[in-house]
Nanobody
Framework: QVQLVESGGGLVQAGGSLRLSCAAS????????MAWFRQAPGKERDIVAG????????YYADSVKGRFTISRDYAKNTVYLQMNSLKPEDTAVYYC???????????????WGQGTQVTVSS
């Protein structure tokens, strides 16, 4: 059974920072592309960032480039999303996902975490 467990969400003021974590089952993590998506109320689930198996290649949505950083720790089977200079429009539920390949479309991902709420106040 594949399991992804997110943590680290919360309430922060605009301009602040948060770091999200996603702990993955070992068999999944080493062989998977890991990605973060987010979904605001009434909107679709959008890609935020992705990182390949090797960790050498990362991908970011234009809206978060230069502010967010995705990374992975193989020893801890964990992927992180460091979010700096947060804006109110970053408010959403953030989800961790795993797939054998990188996709920007959420429908291509089979494995998901439960989500963690990020709220940025103005």
């Amino acid at each position: 059974q594949v399991q992804l467990v997110e943590s680290g969400g919360g309430l922060v003021q605009a301009g602040g920072s948060l770091r999200l974590s996603c702990a993955a089952s070992g068999r999944t993590f080493s062989n998977a592309v890991m990605a973060w998506f987010r979904q605001a109320p009434g909107k679709e689930r959008d890609i935020v960032a992705g990182i390949r198996r090797s960790g050498a290649n990362t991908y970011y949505a234009d809206s978060v480039k230069g502010r967010f950083t995705i990374s992975r720790d193989y020893a801890k089977n964990t992927v992180y999303l460091q979010m700096n200079s947060l804006k109110p429009e970053d408010t959403a539920v953030y989800y961790c996902a795993a797939s054998p390949h990188y996709y920007s479309d959420f429908t291509e991902y089979e494995h998901w975490g439960q989500g963690t709420q990020v709220t940025v106040s103005s």
